[in-house]
């Protein structure tokens, strides 16, 4: 594997970390608002967050590949209301995205077909993710007009959740 794919990878698991610890930062600040139902999926996702750095992480390790451990940066926490909570997913997923095509550019420029291959999987990944949060954004956007809404939302959410 060609370094540049190396560290790529390596900054991917820092990458997948961080969005670990944001969204359980998203699901403190729902708990602590009482809507446990969001905490509770904000939970799941970073669980699944979680999952996606071991995954990469495997494919370093099945390839014979160096690990690089990187400091993983504390998150904003200063979300004025749900929506804004929402937005910071959605956007921060985007930029995942962008990590995501960045790695399968130079795997497509150094004929590296292994992690090409390996990164498919995360680009269809990614559009769920993107998908699930603009859904979820959509559903509360109701939300400053009917607090209702957002309760059944929040009681939808939780049945979800482990
Ligand atoms: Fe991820
Ligand atoms: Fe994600």
Same mark, same amino acid.
């Given at each position: 594997? =060609?370094?540049?794919?190396? =560290?790529?990878?390596?900054?991917?698991?820092?990458?997948?970390?961080?969005?670990?610890?944001?969204?359980?930062?998203?699901?403190?600040?729902?708990? =602590?608002?009482?809507?446990?139902?969001?905490?509770?999926?904000?939970?799941?996702?970073?669980?699944?967050?979680?999952?996606?750095?071991?995954?990469?992480?495997?494919?370093?390790?099945?390839?014979?590949?160096?690990?690089?451990?990187?400091?993983? =940066?504390?998150?904003?926490?200063?979300?004025?209301?749900?929506?804004?909570?929402?937005?910071?997913?959605?956007?921060?997923?985007?930029?995942?995205?962008?990590?995501?095509?960045?790695?399968?550019?130079?795997?497509?420029?150094?004929?590296?077909?292994?992690?090409?291959?390996?990164?498919?999987?995360?680009?269809?990944?990614?559009?769920?993710?993107?998908?699930?949060?603009?859904?979820?954004?959509?559903?509360?956007?109701?939300?400053?007009?009917?607090?209702?809404?957002?309760?059944?939302?929040?009681?939808?959410?939780?049945?979800?959740?482990?």
């Amino acid at each position: 594997m =060609e370094q540049k794919i190396n =560290e790529l990878l390596n900054t991917q698991i820092n990458h997948e970390f961080y969005s670990a610890y944001l969204y359980f930062a998203m699901s403190t600040y729902f708990s =602590e608002i009482n809507m446990d139902g969001f905490a509770k999926y904000m939970k799941k996702q970073a669980k699944e967050e979680l999952s996606h750095a071991q995954k990469i992480y495997d494919h370093l390790i099945l390839r014979n590949e160096k690990i690089t451990y990187k400091r993983i =940066e504390a998150p904003d926490t200063d979300w004025v209301n749900p929506q804004d909570v929402l937005d910071n997913a959605l956007k921060h997923e985007e930029f995942i995205t962008s990590q995501i095509f960045e790695i399968a550019k130079a795997a497509k420029e150094a004929n590296d077909f292994a992690t090409k291959n390996f990164i498919n999987w995360f680009i269809e990944e990614q559009l769920e993710e993107e998908d699930k949060f603009r859904k979820l954004k959509e559903k509360i956007k109701a939300f400053d007009e009917c607090s209702c809404t957002i309760e059944a939302i929040n009681r939808e959410l939780d049945k979800d959740g482990e």
